[in-house]
């Protein structure tokens, strides 16, 4: 939410929508000068229109909000809650958190998660890296540097949201994606020449055909506008500075033309992926059974490498690597995958 500063002609004006009180705020999407009470009220009805037009929920469904202690999945929480009475969704709602195990950055969001379960009244499942795989990030760091720390972190989040979301039963997964990290992922799709991303990565509702479909309630909502009872820190690992750069841009355009954020979107939405690009099947890991492309899922193959004393297997290039690792590569049968950004935003 942006503030408007004191001293210039803005003062003056009365919000227009009630025309009554003094605007507290400008709307980066439509420019309009608004006070404070009536920015919830059309906040909430954009958010819950979103959701009607786009068919996100059904009736009875049982829903995980991706819960990271961040702003974006804090207001989500808050927002779903809310509709779901207001509006008689009929969702059973809970709240999913993963537990990396990065001491003094998730120890504190996941005080906030759990400050929310009590506020919204929604039950919370926290799985963690640890259960799941038998490593913490911490741990993880230790053996492999700082270097592609944000690779493992991001497949293992993915694949332990997915787990969560199967233990606690639920038919749809939403995340806290606003329009910035949308407009900043086809940016960078359209960078890395990632065409399969590039396609998916616009999509409200995605993995229709994979283990939870998942939604973003907040795809048009600007970032600026999530702003309410928050906790936030930067992750002490320190996320990937292409999407930093990325992200970066996008504020700058944002600041010339607030409109920028949403154009980049449709332009996403909108490319046409020739019929020739070759996309990846879908099959499943014979490992673990979670889906993917290739003989191994990305998490197995990540995990192998630790587990091996091999954490470089799978990962970035080939370039002086020993024999023995280009033959693992051969018989699990993997792509190398690239450093990704944060997995903070794959929530
Ligand atoms: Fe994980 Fe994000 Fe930290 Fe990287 S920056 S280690 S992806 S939480
Ligand atoms: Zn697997």
């Given at each position: 939410?942006?503030?408007?500063?004191?001293?210039?002609?803005?003062?003056?004006?009365?919000?227009?929508?009630?025309?009554?009180?003094?605007?507290?705020?400008?709307?980066?999407?439509?420019?309009?000068q608004?006070?404070?009470?009536?920015?919830?009220?059309?906040?909430?009805?954009?958010i819950?229109?979103?959701?009607?037009?786009?068919?996100?929920?059904?009736?009875?469904?049982?829903?995980?909000?991706?819960?990271?202690?961040?702003?974006?999945?804090?207001?989500?929480?808050?927002?779903?809650?809310?509709?779901?009475?207001?509006?008689?969704?009929?969702?059973?709602?809970?709240?999913?958190?993963?537990?990396?195990?990065?001491?003094?950055?998730?120890?504190?969001?996941?005080?906030?998660?759990?400050?929310?379960?009590?506020?919204?009244?929604?039950?919370?499942?926290?799985?963690?890296?640890?259960?799941?795989?038998?490593?913490?990030?911490?741990?993880?760091?230790?053996?492999?540097?700082?270097?592609?720390?944000?690779?493992?972190?991001?497949?293992?989040?993915?694949?332990?949201?997915?787990?969560?979301?199967a233990?606690?039963?639920?038919?749809?997964?939403?995340?806290?994606?606003?329009?910035?990290?949308?407009?900043?992922?086809v940016?960078?799709?359209?960078?890395?020449?990632?065409?399969?991303?590039?396609?998916?990565?616009?999509?409200?509702?995605?993995?229709?055909?994979?283990?939870?479909?998942?939604?973003?309630?907040?795809?048009?909502t600007?970032?600026?506008?999530?702003?309410?009872?928050?906790?936030?820190?930067?992750?002490?690992?320190?996320?990937?500075?292409?999407?930093?750069?990325?992200?970066?841009?996008?504020?700058d355009?944002?600041?010339?033309?607030?409109?920028?954020?949403?154009?980049?979107?449709?332009?996403?939405?909108?490319?046409?992926?020739?019929?020739?690009?070759?996309?990846?099947?879908q099959?499943?890991?014979?490992?673990?059974?979670?889906?993917?492309?290739?003989?191994?899922?990305?998490?197995?193959?990540?995990?192998e490498?630790?587990?091996?004393?091999?954490?470089?297997?799978?990962?970035?290039r080939?370039?002086?690597?020993?024999?023995?690792?280009?033959?693992?590569?051969?018989?699990?049968?993997?792509?190398?995958?690239?450093?990704?950004?944060?997995?903070?935003l794959?929530?």
């Amino acid at each position: 939410m942006e503030e408007s500063h004191g001293g210039d002609r803005t003062r003056s004006l009365l919000c227009s929508i009630c025309n009554q009180r003094r605007p507290a705020l400008k709307r980066p999407k439509t420019l309009q000068q608004i006070c404070r009470e009536c920015f919830y009220v059309v906040f909430e009805e954009e958010i819950h229109r979103v959701i009607v037009d786009n068919k996100l929920f059904k009736r009875g469904e049982r829903i995980a909000i991706g819960a990271s202690g961040g702003k974006d999945s804090t207001v989500l929480a808050y927002v779903m809650s809310e509709l779901n009475r207001r509006h008689n969704y009929g969702l059973d709602l809970f709240l999913l958190s993963v537990d990396e195990g990065i001491t003094g950055y998730r120890d504190d969001s996941l005080e906030t998660v759990k400050r929310n379960e009590v506020q919204y009244g929604l039950p919370l499942k926290v799985v963690s890296y640890k259960d799941l795989y038998g490593w913490t990030m911490d741990e993880i760091v230790k053996m492999i540097g700082l270097k592609n720390n944000c690779t493992f972190c991001g497949v293992f989040r993915r694949q332990a949201l997915d787990r969560g979301a199967a233990l606690l039963k639920v038919d749809k997964l939403a995340t806290g994606h606003n329009a910035d990290d949308i407009s900043e992922t086809v940016l960078l799709n359209i960078l890395r020449g990632d065409i399969a991303r590039l396609s998916r990565c616009t999509s409200i509702i995605t993995g229709e055909d994979g283990p939870i479909p998942r939604c973003k309630p907040f795809k048009y909502t600007y970032e600026k506008e999530i702003k309410l009872d928050y906790f936030s820190t930067e992750c002490i690992y320190s996320p990937n500075a292409y999407r930093g750069f990325a992200r970066e841009f996008i504020k700058d355009l944002e600041r010339i033309r607030p409109r920028a954020i949403l154009d980049i979107i449709k332009s996403g939405e909108d490319f046409r992926i020739a019929t020739s690009t070759k996309m990846p099947e879908q099959g499943t890991c014979q490992r673990c059974g979670y889906i993917s492309s290739q003989k191994w899922c990305k998490a197995c193959v990540l995990l192998e490498g630790l587990n091996r004393g091999l954490p470089k297997l799978g990962i970035g290039r080939t370039r002086g690597v020993t024999g023995e690792r280009q033959k693992d590569d051969q018989q699990i049968g993997v792509k190398n995958l690239q450093s990704k950004a944060c997995g903070s935003l794959d929530f």
